[in-house]
């Protein structure tokens, strides 16, 4: 099992930026892929991006392609999402999650698709 812990959410005004963090402890990060999502309030888990076990294949929702950046330093256990070029409506609880599955290679954008869970931390964009 992995345990998740993400940080580094915040108020930022639009057009800023913010830098998330996952910290995982338990089973090596490198054996997991690893996915970001967000969850406004009153509105479904939506999938932000992913990024395959060694951090070469990334995929990321159109509303976040080209301001978003998905890494990783698997020696340090880490995720990481980079935030630029915020906006009013990228406020919302962001999450980061883990697939041990084997037979998934590539980031999914199912939130079904992934077994383990950070708690989430806070986004807030203002305008």
């Known amino acids: 099992q992995v345990q998740l812990v993400e940080s580094g959410g915040g108020l930022v005004q639009a057009g800023g930026s913010l830098r998330l963090s996952c910290a995982a402890s338990?089973?090596?990060?490198?054996?997991?892929?690893m996915g970001w999502f967000r969850q406004a309030p009153e509105k479904g888990r939506e999938f932000v991006g992913g990024?395959?076990?060694?951090?070469?294949?990334?995929l990321y929702s159109d509303s976040v392609k080209g301001r978003f950046t998905i890494s990783r330093d698997n020696a340090k256990s880490t995720v990481y999402l980079q935030m630029n070029s915020l906006k009013p409506e990228d406020t919302a609880a962001y999450y980061c999650?883990?697939?041990?599955?084997?037979?998934?290679?590539?980031?999914?954008?199912?939130?079904?698709?992934?077994?383990?869970w950070g708690q989430g931390t806070q986004v807030t964009v203002s305008s």
């Open positions: 999650a883990a697939s041990g599955d084997p037979r998934m290679v590539l980031p999914a954008r199912s939130s079904h698709d992934y077994g383990y």
């Open positions: 990024i395959s076990r060694r951090g070469i294949n990334t």
């Open positions: 338990g089973r090596t990060l490198s054996t997991y892929v």
